[in-house]
Every structure is written in structure tokens, then in C-alpha cells.
């Protein structure tokens, strides 16, 4: 059998982060994790451009705009979105899944999927 797998090392990559400012005290967590991890698998925060968008339904085309850019190997999208009284969560939660994934697949660039989607 062959077997397919990516090595964890982040060592000469160049990334961007794209964060939503909405729910901060959580994303600010996120943001910091990921900036860990990529310090612990060799990368340099010299090399992450981060992006900061209003909320995570504006994180897809900021993803989109810089997975095809051609200056990154890959995006990292982080944000959060908190269930409340309206249906509104879920529209958010479905677009902005969607639009990550377009964002990828149309670039051919992974974008990761840093989105939670909480009660």
C-alpha cells in the first residue's frame, strides 16, 4: 500500500493568517496558537502575513485573494462564531466553510479550516 503524508515542518514556507476581529477574546487565542505552531515546526513569523477581516463571513475572500496571490504555500483562516437567537449563525457558519473550501480548491493552495462554530 502507499501511503500519502505531509511532514509537520512549516521551516522556509511562506504563510498568511487571515483572523475576524468579531469574538476576538477568541480569535486572539487562535491567532496565538497558530503562531505557536508554527514557531514549534520550524517556521519564522517573519515569514506569516497576517490579515485581519470584520467577522468570518469576510474571511473567504480574504483567503481566496491570498492563496492566489502566488506569494504563499499556503493561508491559515481563523475565527469564531457563537450560536445566538437567530438563524443568522448558520448562514455564517455554512458560507464561510464554503467559501473556504472554494478558496483552496480554486487556488490550489491549502487554506486551513480554523473556524469554530460554537453554542
Not at 438563524?87 to 491549502?110: L, N, W
Request: proline share 3%; net charge neutral; aromatic share 6%.
Amino acid at each position: 500500500m502507499k501511503v500519502l503524508e505531509g511532514m509537520l515542518k512549516a521551516d522556509g514556507l511562506k504563510l498568511a493568517i487571515v483572523v475576524s476581529r468579531f469574538n476576538e477574546f477568541i480569535t486572539n487565542k487562535l491567532l496565538g496558537g497558530a503562531e505557536d505552531a508554527i514557531r514549534r515546526t520550524g517556521g519564522s513569523l517573519d515569514d506569516v502575513t497576517l490579515t485581519w477581516v470584520p467577522g468570518a463571513f469576510e474571511i473567504p475572500l480574504a483567503a481566496k485573494k491570498l492563496a492566489e496571490s502566488g506569494k504563499y504555500d499556503a493561508v491559515i483562516a481563523l475565527g469564531a462564531v457563537i450560536r445566538g437567537a437567530t438563524p443568522h449563525f448558520e448562514y455564517v457558519c455554512a458560507e464561510a466553510a464554503k467559501g473556504v473550501a472554494q478558496a483552496s480548491m480554486g487556488s490550489g493552495v491549502p487554506v486551513a479550516f480554523g473556524i469554530l462554530t460554537t453554542e
